[in-house]
């Protein structure tokens, strides 16, 4: 597989995947489609974008013509998908976003590999999906790839959906696919709607820290280049029609997590310890909240070899310090301002 089309390149898993694969495959054509919704911008590629072997495309996973030209002009024979709507709490509010890119984007992105890989044998599609499409853990135990489904949220429930179509694909048309469901993703680039970014963004202005509920729910948490390392590893080497779990074996109960965050959001912004963890707020849970989600990833170490490679208080700091020194970066996307900076750049054009 030589013409990657990667979806959602310009988001924040997407981002980290596409810089990863660029460096690492200088022979392969890396192509970055992305609608450039509110929750993705170019500027995460900026260090990247005159690389030969990188290129952007500007398009909906909804619009049939728009990827049927894709597949075409670049003669794609790998994708790598992860072009989704992410946010629980806004599947919570506009559900029917979510159908229509998570499962109809998904569909029609299924279709066109379909009909221009017929009678190929060097053609692989990678879904990448979510943990959340098991559900919610309560009495110990962890998410395998033989879980039954049981989406709680509008965005698991089209996640699940679009997993089904995929699945559904290989077994009656014989389609080519690989897939994997992974836990919470920390790091550099992610939306400061996340749990993680928002509350960092809100210390620095000394904001409220809105915590639902108890505070009590458990996330596996695990390092977004590590993520991106284990799609490149099952990319490559998963055997074709198989699901891999990924996680990062490193749970945290949300108010643990934001105490130790606080700490250390303290020590980095040099005041007074305590002063951060007097900004957490309880609020009104999220309607339909998980408990608990936690993964094993054994069949995918097994297999194939991976382990996350970076302990969780190290990751956190290298998080923390990325985004105390992209300040801007923050301001730029809660105003919007990348939907213009692609206009100022690059036109319409694509
Ligand atoms: P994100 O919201 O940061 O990025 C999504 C990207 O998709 C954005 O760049 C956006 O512009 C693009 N996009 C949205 N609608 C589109 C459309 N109709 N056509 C083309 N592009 C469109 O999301 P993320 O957190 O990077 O998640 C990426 C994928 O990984 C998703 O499929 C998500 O379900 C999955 N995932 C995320 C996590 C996590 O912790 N963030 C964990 C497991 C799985
Ligand atoms: O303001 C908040 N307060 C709060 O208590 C926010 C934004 C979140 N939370 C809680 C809800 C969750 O228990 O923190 C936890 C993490 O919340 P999110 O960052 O919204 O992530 P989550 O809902 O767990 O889903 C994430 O992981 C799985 C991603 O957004 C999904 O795309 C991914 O599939």
């Known amino acids: ?92 509010t506009d559900p ?99 749990l993680l970014p928002l509350f960092i963004a809100n210390i620095v202005k000394e904001k409220p820290l809105p915590v639902y509920g108890q505070g009590i729910n458990v996330r596996d948490w695990l390092w977004v280049e590590d993520h991106a390392k284990a799609i490149d590893l099952i990319f490559h080497q998963g055997k074709e029609g198989e699901t891999y779990n990924i996680g990062g074996n490193n749970e945290w109960r949300n108010i643990d997590l934001i105490h130790l965050l606080c700490k250390v959001m303290d020590k980095k912004l040099g005041r007074e310890t305590g002063s951060a963890a007097k900004l957490i707020t309880y609020v009104t849970d999220r309607a339909g909240h998980d408990m608990r989600y936690a993964i094993d990833a054994s069949k995918l170490t097994n297999e194939l070899g991976w382990e996350p490679s970076l302990q969780f208080e190290e990751g956190l700091e290298k998080t923390v310090d990325w985004y105390l020194a992209n300040a801007e970066w923050i301001a730029r996307v809660q105003s919007g301002a990348y939907q213009n900076y692609y206009l100022q750049q690059y036109g319409e054009r694509y």
Request: glycine share 6%; proline share 4%.
């Open 1 to 92: 597989m030589k013409n990657i089309l990667i979806t959602g390149g310009a988001g924040f898993i997407g981002s980290h995947l596409v810089r990863h694969m660029v460096h690492k495959y200088p022979d392969y054509q890396i192509i970055n489609l992305d609608l450039l919704t509110y929750a993705g911008n170019l500027e995460n590629l900026k260090d990247i974008e005159n690389l030969p072997n990188y290129t952007f495309v500007k398009a909906d996973i909804c619009d049939e013509a728009a990827i049927e030209s894709v597949f075409t002009r670049f003669d794609i024979n790998g994708v790598i998908h992860l072009a989704a709507e992410s946010h629980v709490d806004r599947s919570i």
């Open 96 to 194: 029917m976003s979510f159908v229509r890119t998570n499962v109809i984007g998904t569909v029609n992105l299924l279709n066109t590999a379909k009909k221009h890989w017929a009678g190929r044998d060097d053609v692989r599609f990678y879904h990448v999906s979510t943990d959340e499409v098991y559900g919610s853990l309560h009495d110990g135990g962890f998410f395998v790839e033989t879980t039954p489904y049981d989406p709680q949220s509008p965005y698991s429930a089209s996640k699940a959906s679009s997993d089904h179509f995929v699945r559904a694909y290989g077994n009656t048309y014989k389609f080519p696919f690989v897939m994997s469901n992974c836990s919470n993703n920390y790091g550099p680039y992610q939306f400061p709607e996340k």
